[in-house]
Structures are given as structure tokens and as C-alpha cells.
């Protein structure tokens, strides 16, 4: 019992322990993690991209080497939520002028 206890705190802590600070970094564990297509790593993948897209403006503001390692390392996963926050042209335009200021273009 004690063990499912705590298995269930350590899972809520998961969820409901999202910052501005980790949220990127938990978007990427829960997206490597879930090639099982394992519904907590699923749940978690969901949370943490409502909780990156509600919250961009701060992200980036306040912890915007995150934003940098999901640009550089999982181009793909932050183009989805590039597409899902601003819409198609936004997020062409957005990774369009980041590209050209770091001269990767």
C-alpha cells in the first residue's frame, strides 16, 4: 500500500509541479519518454504543451535557454507547438526570423 502511495504523490507531483522554469524541460522527457505510447507520459506531454503555450510570453522571458535547447535539439516537437500557438504563417514567420538572427538560415 505505502508503495502505491507513494507512487501516486511522486505522479501528482509530476503534473501539478509544472514552472515556467521546467516545463520545457519536462515537455521533452514526456515526449522522448512516450515511444510506448504510455498514457502518463501521454497525460504529461498534453499538460506540459497547454502549460508552455499558455505561459510562451513568460517562458521565454524568464527561462529562455529552454526554448533555445527545444528549438535546437527537437526542431520538430517546438514547430507543433509553434503551429498550435500562433497558426501556420505565425510560426513560419516566428522560426523564420529566429533562424535569420542566428544566421542558421
Not at 505522479?11 to 498514457?39: D, F, S
Not at 507520459?41 to 502549460?51: I, N, P, S
Request: charged content about 30%; hydrophobic content about 35%; glycine content about 6%.
Amino acid at each position: 500500500y505505502q508503495v502505491e502511495r507513494l507512487h501516486n504523490y511522486c505522479v501528482h507531483q509530476i503534473y501539478n509541479g509544472i514552472t515556467v522554469q521546467n516545463a520545457v524541460m519536462r515537455l521533452v522527457q514526456a515526449h522522448t519518454a512516450n515511444i510506448g505510447e504510455n498514457p502518463m507520459w501521454d497525460k504529461l506531454k498534453r499538460k506540459t504543451v497547454k502549460y508552455v503555450m499558455h505561459n510562451f510570453e513568460e517562458i521565454r522571458c524568464n527561462a529562455r535557454e529552454s526554448l533555445e535547447l527545444l528549438d535546437h535539439e527537437y526542431l520538430g516537437l517546438f514547430k507543433q507547438m509553434l503551429l498550435k500557438k500562433f497558426g501556420a504563417y505565425g510560426a513560419e514567420d516566428a522560426v523564420g526570423r529566429k533562424r535569420k538572427k542566428n544566421g542558421s538560415e
